[in-house]
């Protein structure tokens, strides 16, 4: 059963702090991103890994731990595609996503929790390392969404990472610190 779709435009996040996750781009700069997002990658195996009821929604409006952490997987494959568009491609758009169509379509609530823990760190892990081989040269490429927000780089970087770890804070209550993408 699909729950409200979630329509926020949340670019504003590249500009000022979270207020529920705690996530603040000016805590970090784009070197750090790779780490903070293999931490965030450990912080979702401890959150999905042998957890009982990890499908069982919280209440009607909020998906369960499982469905975070399948988007959070799907958030890790667009956004390393997204990267490598903007990294082969002069100012590419990319291509419309509809993160709750999705949720339904591939019925996140009834995958494998240990399936979706192995995708989720192959593709976070993969995300981490392509981040991590961009030149300095290349941080100030460009692509749009559908929507025509326009992201560099850096900035998609910080985007996605706030993405992980505001869903890693839904599921767990755990904030961001600069220290740990998953708070400590």
């Keep these: 059963m699909p729950i409200t779709p979630d329509d926020k435009d949340w670019t504003w996040v ?3 702090p979270c207020p529920e996750c705690g ?6 700069g784009y070197r750090d991103v790779p780490g903070l997002t293999r931490e965030n990658v450990g912080a979702w195996q401890r959150a999905i890994s042998g957890v009982v009821d990890v499908d069982v929604r919280p209440d009607d409006s909020t998906w369960s731990p499982l469905e975070y952490a399948a988007h959070v997987r799907d958030v890790f494959r667009i956004m390393h595609a997204r990267l490598n568009l903007m990294l082969v491609l002069r100012d590419p758009e990319f291509a419309s996503w509809d993160q709750d169509e999705t949720a339904v379509e591939q019925d996140y609530n009834s995958q494998d929790p240990s399936r979706v823990v192995i995708d989720l760190t192959t593709a976070g892990l993969a995300l981490a390392d392509a ?3 961009v ?7 460009s ?4 929507n025509g927000s326009v992201f560099t780089v850096e900035t998609l970087a910080s985007y996605f990472l706030h993405d992980a770890v505001h869903h890693r804070w ?3 209550g755990e904030g961001f610190s600069a220290g740990g993408a998953a708070g400590s």
């Design 170 to 172: 839904d599921v767990t």
């Design 14 to 16: 590249l500009e000022r």
């Design 23 to 28: 996530f603040d781009p000016a805590a970090f």
């Design 131 to 133: 981040f991590e081989a």
């Design 143 to 146: 692509g749009r969404r559908s």
């Design 135 to 141: 030149p300095d040269s290349s941080l100030g490429r």
